[in-house]
């Protein structure tokens, strides 16, 4: 279990135009370990939810001559993360059922006990948790990132030994590794042992993102700020304060925009576009990269401090043909995960099998072997996965799954480069292929290492 003695506090704002009952809400959500802002009017609310994350809101049904009633609409769109309790003196159920259609989480009728009060906050807290926890529940089934967590290398073995250690503080991670070495699997796992582990895991992939779309997906922007902005966006900073941010392929970070990166990793502050003020989160950092980002500090392409700020603490993954100690493992837990899924009825590998996987280099990592054993279950109409169940190239073969359809051959007797023989795979895979995720997956590799040998070889 995590250390939950740093967890991250429930943030509360209050909305009400009675000093004494807002007093009366601080005290008591004070004393039950809750971070409560108070403020009488909708001004000073609007204000403060867009500058700050809060988990739960406390809005009263009339605040002077505002009605909550009518902020609804604004509150969710400045906080859309923001659980909204409506409080009211009044029990009225078509009132009720209003702020339920327009966006309340609850409604809460004063005056109420302490108890009551607390039992109400912690109702939204709990629901919040629980849906953090099945979307991450989602994605380690998606990823297969429980398949990785133990390990016979010694290397790989001390990897994951030093993840659990530093993921019980605060300090940014650099993963280092090759493309599909499973970067991703251990960043989430790094939020999972930390003690934000009830707190949002947000992922950015950046080399999927331009620097202007980059820059809205990490700090959001503001309705009206550009074409296009028909609605405010809060960012995936702002999503998730108190937990994890994983940069997918950090080295891909836009230039222009690494200077906000690193202000907002020293200060915990940063705008929205659009937006002047200034707001505040706190976020833990875990980048993951296969570049060199030493290299690309000395030909000016990454920021030295950035480096820095980032490489905290580092650890690189080993490849998968560096630690086929695990391979067997690995791939059994691969065809528990499919044949439970597809309901198919694969649950071993035969020896010849196993030896070819062994002999072979797995240039996509456990990426490529996860495509790999998936193709194998579908098309296995036993118990057993065989050699013809495989799609790998002669053994000892550097190209992806499906070598041996790799374009036309060679003229015999004629030299060719690898550069050459991997263009032409790659465009006969995208040429197969209905998407260029269908592609990556075909070639065992991620889309955005698809997206630069690609560009690098004028591949549309």
């Given at each position: 279990?995590?250390d939950?003695?740093h967890?991250?506090v429930?943030?509360?704002l ?12 601080g005290?008591?959500l004070e ?6 802002s ?18 739960v ?6 605040i002077?001559?505002?009605s ?12 859309p993360?923001?659980?909204i ?6 029990s009225r159920v078509?009132d ?9 989480s ?5 005056p109420?006990?302490?108890?009551q ?8 807290m709990?629901?919040?948790r629980?849906?953090?926890?099945l979307?991450?529940l ?9 398949l ?21 503080t605060?300090?940014n991670?650099?993963l280092?590794g090759?493309?599909?070495t499973g970067?991703g ?7 999972g ?8 895991f947000?992922t ?10 980059m820059e ?12 296009g902005?028909?609605?405010?966006t809060q960012?995936?900073v ?15 970070f836009p ?9 907002f ?5 940063y ?8 707001r505040r ?9 296969n570049?060199?980002?030493?290299a690309?500090v000395?030909?000016n ?17 080993p490849a998968l043909?560096?630690?086929?100690e695990?391979?067997?493992?690995l791939?059994?837990g ?13 649950n ?5 099998a ?7 280099r ?7 072997l996860?495509?790999v ?5 579908i ?16 053994p000892g ?6 070598t ?25 895979i995208?040429?197969s292929?209905d ?8 070639l ?8 630069r040998?690609?560009?690098s070889?004028g591949?549309?």
């Amino acid at each position: 279990m995590p250390d939950t003695s740093h967890a991250p506090v429930g943030r509360i704002l209050a909305i009400d135009d009675d000093k004494r009952l807002l007093e009366n809400f601080g005290l008591c959500l004070e004393g039950a370990g809750y971070r409560v802002s108070a403020v009488p009017t909708l001004q000073e609310g609007f204000k403060l939810a867009a500058a700050q994350p809060f988990h739960v809101c406390l809005l009263d049904r009339n605040i002077g001559y505002d009605s909550g009633m009518d902020a609804l609409p604004k509150l969710r769109e400045l906080a859309p993360q923001m659980r909204i309790i409506m409080v009211t003196a009044h029990s009225r159920v078509d009132d009720a059922v209003k702020a339920l259609s327009e966006g309340a989480s609850d409604y809460l009728v004063k005056p109420c006990s302490p108890e009551q009060l607390r039992i109400a906050v912690a109702r939204q807290m709990d629901t919040m948790r629980l849906l953090d926890k099945l979307e991450r529940l989602e994605r380690e089934t998606s990823t297969g990132a429980q398949l990785s967590l133990t390990s016979k290398n010694p290397a790989m073995s001390q990897v994951l030994a030093m993840a659990r250690q530093v993921a019980r503080t605060d300090a940014n991670l650099l993963l280092l590794g090759e493309s599909g070495t499973g970067k991703g699997m251990l960043a989430n796992a790094i939020h999972g042992w930390s003690a934000r582990a009830e707190a949002p895991f947000a992922t950015i992939n950046c080399p999927s993102l331009s620097a202007e779309l980059m820059e809205s997906e990490l700090f959001g922007h503001a309705k009206g700020s550009f074409t296009g902005a028909t609605q405010s966006t809060q960012g995936r900073v702002s999503n998730a304060d108190g937990g994890t941010l994983f940069l997918d392929e950090v080295g891909d970070f836009p230039l222009a925009l690494q200077p906000k990166l690193l202000r907002f990793i020293q200060d915990k502050e940063y705008e929205r576009i659009g937006d002047p003020g200034t707001r505040r989160a706190d976020v833990r950092i875990v980048s993951a990269t296969n570049r060199d980002l030493e290299a690309m500090v000395a030909d000016n392409s990454f920021r030295l401090d950035l480096l820095y700020r980032l490489n905290v603490i580092s650890l690189t993954l080993p490849a998968l043909r560096d630690r086929l100690e695990d391979l067997e493992d690995l791939a059994l837990g691969f065809i528990r995960k499919y044949a439970t899924s597809y309901h198919l009825p694969a649950n071993r590998i035969a020896p010849e099998a196993l030896a070819r996987m062994r002999a072979y280099r797995w240039p996509g990592n456990v990426r490529e072997l996860q495509n790999v054993i998936e193709r194998a279950v579908i098309l296995c109409t036993d118990e057993v996965i065989t050699s013809a169940h495989l799609a790998l190239g002669a053994p000892g073969a550097t190209g992806a799954v499906g070598t041996a359809d790799a374009g036309p051959p060679a003229v015999a007797g004629a030299p060719i480069t690898l550069d050459v023989l991997e263009r032409r795979h790659i465009e006969a895979i995208l040429a197969s292929s209905d998407t260029l995720d269908a592609a990556a997956r075909t070639l065992g590799i991620d889309g955005s290492t698809l997206y630069r040998k690609r560009k690098s070889y004028g591949l549309q």
